[in-house]
């Protein structure tokens, strides 16, 4: 299994970033897909999920500014983040529920 996540980037407060992981290895269609966050010195916490039939649901924190979404033709898991807070500051990981493996992350800075 491989898990290539990408878009991150520096941002000024209140802007957007889209984040994407193209997943290989897998029965992508299938798996529950999720995107975790690791702000510098904090543990790495869940931010969002969606289920094989679309459900999503969200950590309170983002709720109302992140959009989580997956596209089964292209194996891919989307993060689209707007209203972006310094807070929001870390590496973002996708990761297949279930699984123990942790692809390489994608840094997302967000200046104030």
């Known amino acids: 299994v491989q898990l290539q996540a990408s878009g991150g980037g520096l941002v000024q407060a209140g802007g957007s970033l889209r984040l994407s992981c193209l997943v290989s290895?897998?029965?992508?269609?299938?798996?529950?897909m999720a995107w975790y966050r690791q702000p510098p010195g904090k543990q790495r916490e869940l931010v969002a999920g969606?289920?094989?039939?679309?459900?999503?649901n969200y950590v309170n924190s983002v709720k109302g500014r992140f959009t989580i979404s997956r596209d089964n033709a292209k194996n891919t898991v989307y993060l689209q983040m707007n209203s972006l807070k310094p807070e929001d500051t870390a590496v973002y990981y996708c990761?297949?529920?279930?699984?123990?493996?942790w692809g390489k992350g994608t840094q997302v800075t967000v200046s104030s």
């Open positions: 969606i289920g094989s039939g679309g459900n999503t």
């Open positions: 290895g897998s029965a992508f269609s299938y798996d529950v």
């Open positions: 990761k297949i529920m279930g699984m123990s493996y």
